[in-house]
């Protein structure tokens, strides 16, 4: 079975970027769609972006898509999460997770594997 593992997480400023990265071993996702997601205590997942198999398909939350970008390289079997301008409404735990879709959709109930999460803290 596959296995997600983010990284990258951190503590960081206001205004700063960071880059996440979600790495597959145990099989490939080369040819699934890749989100992700955050979540807060006492709140929901959220979605924030997923890109599709190829790279080309890709969906992005309103709240972030003028500061975050999504990409991908399938020969490392890797999903990176790009975040500039990072705000202190951004501090969450972040989630990459895999989906049987080849394509992204945006939403959270498509995706079935999921990584453990990494922490990121964007101080004020």
């Known amino acids: 079975q596959v296995r997600l593992v983010e990284s990258g997480g951190g503590l960081v400023q206001a205004g700063d970027s960071l880059s996440l990265s979600c790495t597959a071993s145990?099989?490939?996702?080369?040819?699934?769609?890749i989100g992700w997601f955050r979540q807060v205590p006492g709140a929901e997942r959220k979605f924030v972006a997923d890109?599709?198999?190829?790279?080309?398909?890709?969906v992005i939350a309103d709240s972030v898509k003028d500061r975050f970008t999504i990409s991908r390289d399938n020969a490392k079997n890797a999903v990176y999460l790009q975040m500039h301008s990072l705000k202190a409404e951004d501090t969450a735990v972040y989630y990459c997770?895999?989906?049987?879709?080849?394509?992204?959709?945006?939403?959270?109930?498509?995706?079935?594997?999921w990584g453990q999460g990494t922490q990121v803290t964007v101080s004020s």
């Open positions: 997770a895999a989906a049987a879709d080849r394509l992204a959709t945006g939403r959270v109930e498509r995706y079935t594997q």
């Open positions: 145990g099989g490939t996702v080369e040819t699934s769609a």
């Open positions: 890109i599709g198999w190829r790279g080309f398909s890709q």
